[in-house]
């Protein structure tokens, strides 16, 4: 069974600070990651994902990723954030399940980022 | 370019009343989900039909029925709601139900039921 942590409930941050958003997981088998971002009453929307290749992604609005295959770890980054940065971010993996199957979605139960200016 | 539409966009049930939360999504996606996202507990999978014509259980599925109407649309039925059901809930789309494809996520429809 796959799992995913993220300890952190809230991060406050100053606006122009750079800011770490924890993400940790367990599976018994090779995963794909994703970050997600929902800002204030919206669904949720994809940041960035990690499905082989390079282990530092770069996804939209500034945000990177780091995929830690010995730590099983994926941790969300930015050197800068802004006010509009300020949203819950919740961290997903799934594994690449059978060819043609279904792949489930696990998702974190998230972390609410508040830029402080 | 709509995306993923769910309607209503509120409700508010009493104890043991019935309603259906509509999905239909404009992206030809071949797979479709519903979440419920509760403080603290992330987003749980309720029903997801992997493609046209097959619906199956998530996480928890209880309290709850699916109807995949056709490739565009996705329905959630309470037959007989319970406080417990109240969340916000989320319809997604997938292209394909694997692959390591994005989902896409309609706004939500907040529920509550007295």
């Known amino acids: 069974a796959q799992s995913v942590t993220q300890l952190d409930s809230q991060v406050p941050v100053f606006e122009e600070a750079p800011v770490e958003l924890r993400c940790n997981y367990s599976?018994?088998?090779?995963?794909?990651l994703f970050w997600y971002v929902q800002y204030p009453n919206q669904g949720l929307q994809l940041l960035l994902k990690y499905l082989s290749g390079s282990t530092l992604v770069k996804g939209i609005n500034g945000f990177e990723a780091e995929f830690n295959k010995s730590q099983t770890s994926f941790h969300l980054r930015k050197p800068s954030v802004h006010i509009s940065d300020t949203a819950e971010y919740f961290c997903?993996?799934?594994?690449?399940?059978?060819?043609?199957?279904?792949?489930?979605?696990?998702f974190g139960t998230g972390t609410k980022l508040q830029v402080i200016p | 370019n709509a995306g993923v539409t769910q309607t209503p966009k509120f409700q508010v049930l009493k104890t043991g009343q019935s309603m259906t939360l509509q999905c239909a999504q404009d992206m030809n996606h071949n797979s479709m989900y519903w979440y419920r996202q509760d403080p603290g507990m992330g987003l749980r999978l309720i029903y997801y039909?992997?493609?046209?014509?097959?619906?199956d259980k998530g996480e928890v599925p209880n309290g709850y029925n699916v109807s995949r109407l056709n490739k565009r649309e996705f329905s959630l039925r309470l037959e007989s709601a319970a406080p417990s059901q109240t969340s916000v809930y989320f319809c997604a789309s997938r292209l394909l139900a694997g692959a390591g494809g994005e989902l896409f996520f309609g706004e939500g429809s907040r529920l509550t039921v007295l």
């Open positions: 599976s018994s088998v090779s995963v794909y």
């Open positions: 039909s992997a493609s046209e014509g097959t619906t």
């Open positions: 997903a993996v799934s594994d690449p399940g059978d060819s043609g199957g279904y792949q489930k979605v696990t």
